[in-house]
């Protein structure tokens, strides 16, 4: 069974909280042990300039522990804002992190645990460019910029398009990017319209 979380092309903070996911046998956590840490990881560094291959492939066992243990902490945490933030009614998508506050606060230390900041490079004849620098590690300092766009994201109106997807046995989260959009994916589009078709069949026929 794949237990690898499925990126859907959200803001990273989205992203993150959809590491845990669920499917016909049960709720899972992408984050469960070092190996799925590594592949989130190496799956979002495209996005994150924090975030490069060959520093992720050589941490240890004992460096992702550590890693593992401050992003679930900020995921818990971020689903729990994410609850707060739809109404989200799904006892199988309730977070770790059950208080508000203990969330707000949660989020507020991940921001600040690592600095980075931005440089710049420009070598004369060659065209200037951008790159991150950070005052620790680099896999720490990218979940403190997760934590970043995740405050970013919850105090500004794009919480607003953030939803939780009620699809059946769905524990997913997204952003509403076009009007039409109700699902987190096309499969949880097709399990629930074949659900309430099945409802409809069944109270015609009882």
Known sequence: ???????????LPVELMNTIWADRSGVHDALRDPDGIRAWLLAVSPRMDLLARRDLEALSGSDLDRLGSRLTGLRDALRRLAAEATGDPRP??????RELDEAVAVLNRAAGDTSSWSALSWTPGQEPSRHACTGGQTTSAAVSAIAEESITMFSQDIRHELRACLAPGCVLYFLKNHPRREWCSAGCGNRARSARH???HR????
């Open 1 to 11: 069974m794949d237990t690898n979380a499925i990126l859907l092309g959200e803001p």
């Open 203 to 206: 109270r015609t026929t009882v």
């Open 92 to 97: 199988s998508a309730v977070s770790d992190t």
């Open 198 to 200: 099945y409802q409809r």
